[in-house]
């Protein structure tokens, strides 16, 4: 066996036998599944153009954003953010969407400290005369509400926020998150097409995809 040969050999053997991690790490690749989104919504959550008015005594001001709100629709903007944020190794790794709507609430309710007085009006449509003790926030429980309740310490501007809930499972697992996302800039608030409206809508779908993908990581 000549000089060359044996060094083929040696090659061959040292790739084998001293480097199995490559070579596993290879196969894994070969292995791995992209991640499968199943989009399981009921179709009341998938109809409808504009705002849909949620009904009800503790609802009144408060409405669901139809996906048309958004192109792409917002679960294949979702599947867009995780196709680029989660990593998905070996086996099958599926996200099923049970229910997943956006809502903007325009509710305010009574309180202390005037909140409305001291930051200004502008995303809450009242006379000034009328906004002292005004507080952002829901006017009921969280049970009560149908959708789209918050809390006013979750605002963080002044201006009505969009509320995205969703509720899905991966892998087996229930997975649930929910944003309460407030616009930086006033919105015209008709979701039917306006760049303010698309843009703020967007941002709260991204966070929510966000979010998502953390938890996700966490199971």
Aim: glycine residues 12%; proline residues 4%.
């Amino acid at each position: 066996m000549n000089h060359r040969a044996r060094h083929f050999i040696g090659t061959v053997l040292f790739l084998v036998f001293l480097q199995p991690g490559f070579l596993q790490t290879a196969r894994a690749q070969d292995e791995s599944s992209p991640l499968v989104v199943i989009d399981l919504r009921p179709d009341s959550e998938r109809e409808g153009m504009g705002l849909t008015a949620l009904t009800g005594k503790c609802n009144k001001d408060v409405f669901r954003i139809a996906d048309v709100a958004t192109d792409p629709l917002k679960v294949d903007v979702l599947k867009q953010d995780l196709s680029r944020s989660v990593a998905v190794g070996e086996g099958s790794s599926t996200l099923t969407v049970l229910n997943w709507s956006v809502y903007y609430n325009k509710q305010i309710h009574k309180g202390g400290g005037g909140f409305l007085k001291n930051i200004g009006v502008q995303g809450y449509d009242m006379p000034a005369s009328k906004s002292e003790g005004k507080q952002p926030g829901s006017n009921c429980s969280q049970k009560e509400s149908a959708g789209g309740w918050y809390e006013g310490k979750e605002v963080t501007g002044i201006y009505f926020p969009i509320v995205s809930e969703f509720t899905g499972t991966y892998r087996g697992k229930p997975l649930n998150v929910r944003v309460v996302y407030s616009p930086g800039k006033k919105i015209e608030g008709k979701f039917e097409g306006g760049a303010n409206d698309t843009a703020a809508l967007l941002e709260a779908v991204h966070k929510t995809a966000e979010d998502i993908a953390i938890a996700m990581a966490t199971q």
